[in-house]
């Protein structure tokens, strides 16, 4: 069997992935939001308010908030699916980056109106513009974790000792 059939990025799609890949920057992107939540969590109510309610942010947060992201990985992950897919073709690195940033803003401000109510105001604005940074910088970096684990695995590097010498052997695979 040829390996090159095996291979999930070509010269055409640099850029493809596995549905394995896809899983993997999927859960980094929401672990990463969590991270980011639980920062935000202690350094608010410390800013705010003097860091009485640090505990209660914090215990009340990350559980309603871990259940929200589960939700939202869930409903938007189709969406970085489709954006993957479109860009398999594109090279540049940079212009994923930016893709997926973007659309963890868009998910970001979607899941902060929808939570805020659709009401209008400072609280409300402010809640949708954290939601929206706190998701661009998970998405972004989640891309990036996956991509870079997926494209060191193509190219693991030179071999040295027993492994170059066992590949230049006539018997080595």
Do not use: Q
């Not at 939570?115 to 409300?124: I, Q």
């Amino acid at each position: 069997m040829n390996p090159g059939l095996l291979r999930t990025r070509t010269p055409e799609r640099p850029m493809a992935f596995t549905f394995r890949e896809f899983l993997r920057g999927m859960w980094a992107a929401w672990g990463l939001f969590l991270v980011i939540l639980l920062v935000c969590l202690i350094v608010l109510p410390i800013v705010l308010g003097g860091g009485a309610g640090v505990v209660v942010f914090v215990v009340y947060g990350m559980m309603y908030g871990g259940a929200i992201s589960v939700v939202t990985m869930a409903v938007f992950s189709p969406a970085a699916w489709v954006l993957g897919w479109c860009l398999r073709r594109v090279r540049a690195r940079s212009a994923h980056l930016v893709a997926f940033a973007m659309l963890g803003t868009v998910i970001g401000l979607i899941v902060g109106v929808v939570l805020a109510g659709g009401s209008a105001g400072p609280s409300s604005t402010a809640v949708s513009l954290a939601f929206a940074g706190a998701s661009a910088i998970a998405v972004a970096l989640g891309w990036r974790f996956t991509t870079n684990r997926a494209l060191a695995e193509d190219d693991p590097g030179p071999k040295v000792g027993m492994d170059a010498a066992f590949d230049d052997h006539p018997l080595g695979a």
